[in-house]
């Protein structure tokens, strides 16, 4: 996403709904049409750095990905840290500094109807279930 605006059609939303995402405000909108907001929310930077990569990769966002995006990290940079906390079997350790800032994120986005479900060791996806 490039500009100030990112319009994104969630797999699931109703159709004609689409959720806008304003970069510089940090405001999250879910759009029924044109004219009817359905909900609307203001992010702090942490959480819309995450949510922003979430709605670029909403099926499948990384671990390295999440956690580049909370830190303004070099995301090849974190896949490798994220490798050796694996084959070190630490990663639940380097994935607790993440856990608070997605926990936000579930708790705000659940008042959207989107659920972020975590796969297991690997990452995050985005469901809309409302």
């Not at 084959?87 to 926990?103: E, F, H, K, V, W």
Request: charged share 25%; hydrophobic share 40%.
């Amino acid at each position: 996403m490039q500009g100030r605006y990112g319009c994104f059609n969630l797999a699931g939303l109703p159709e004609g709904w689409v959720l806008i995402l304003d970069c510089e405000e940090g405001i999250l909108t879910l759009s029924a049409s044109q004219r009817v907001i359905k909900e609307q929310q203001r992010f702090g930077q942490q959480e819309m750095s995450i949510i922003r990569m979430l709605l670029e990769n909403p099926k499948h966002c990384s671990c390295a990905a999440a956690f580049a995006a909370l830190t303004a990290s070099n995301v090849e940079r974190i896949e490798e840290e994220v490798e050796k906390a694996l084959r070190q079997r630490t990663l639940g350790r380097y994935l607790n500094r993440l856990s608070p800032a997605i926990s936000r994120c579930r708790h705000r986005l659940a008042l959207f109807g989107i659920r972020i479900d975590t796969i297991a060791q690997q990452g995050y996806r985005l469901v809309y279930v409302e």
